[in-house]
């Protein structure tokens, strides 16, 4: 069977836990940051895990990770 191809764009912003989740980073910190309040910032640093239902159909995209 040949190999399956991985969806580059996927790739670059999606990255597998230890247990293999898939986590992402968060939106919404691109611009009109002035208007956001630090701890808003603050929180949209950290990573976040795709959601449950979200997960079967990343996966096929990113078979490898």
Do not use: F, N
């Not at 069977?1 to 247990?19: I, V, Y």
């Not at 895990?49 to 490898?64: C, G, H, N, S, T």
């Amino acid at each position: 069977m040949p190999k399956m191809k991985t969806q580059r764009a996927a790739a670059k912003r999606l990255k597998a836990t230890g247990s293999g989740k898939l986590k992402r980073r968060a939106g919404w910190k691109r611009h009109l940051l002035e208007a956001k309040a630090p701890k808003r910032k603050r929180r949209l640093r950290k990573a976040r895990l795709i959601a449950k239902v979200d997960e079967p159909r990343l996966k096929k995209l990113v078979p490898y990770l």
